[in-house]
């Protein structure tokens, strides 16, 4: 069982940043990979960025690649994803999750964040 919790929403700007994070319980964070997801209203939850257990490889969607960035520590048993030039279309609630068993189908949730941008 992983539990995960995530942290650092808000409200920002067209144009700001922010820097979500995720604390995850239990002693096999390493051999999870990790992602982040986002849900706005009437649409479906969609992977953004995730990252591969070692943290070497990472993968983003077409719409924020060059603009997010995933990264892991996995000392601190924490994965973030590191958030610029937000635009009001990144308006969503971002769920962190854990994968191990198929790529595109996580084993466990947070319980979300939500991101505001304003125009």
């Known amino acids: 069982q992983v539990q995960l919790v995530e942290s650092g929403g808000g409200l920002v700007q067209a144009g700001g940043s922010l820097r979500l994070s995720c604390a995850a319980s239990?002693?096999?964070?390493?051999?999870?990979?990790m992602g982040w997801l986002r849900q706005s209203p009437g649409k479906e939850r969609d992977f953004v960025a995730r990252?591969?257990?070692?943290?070497?490889?990472?993968f983003y969607a077409d719409s924020v690649k060059g603009r997010f960035a995933i990264s892991r520590d996995n000392v601190k048993n924490t994965v973030y994803l590191q958030m610029n030039s937000l635009q009001p279309e990144d308006t969503a609630v971002y769920f962190c999750?854990?994968?191990?068993?198929?790529?595109?189908?996580?084993?466990?949730w947070g319980q979300g964040t939500q991101v505001t941008v304003s125009s």
């Open positions: 990252i591969i257990g070692s943290g070497a490889r990472t």
């Open positions: 239990g002693r096999t964070f390493s051999s999870y990979a």
């Open positions: 999750a854990a994968i191990r068993s198929n790529w595109d189908i996580p084993d466990y």
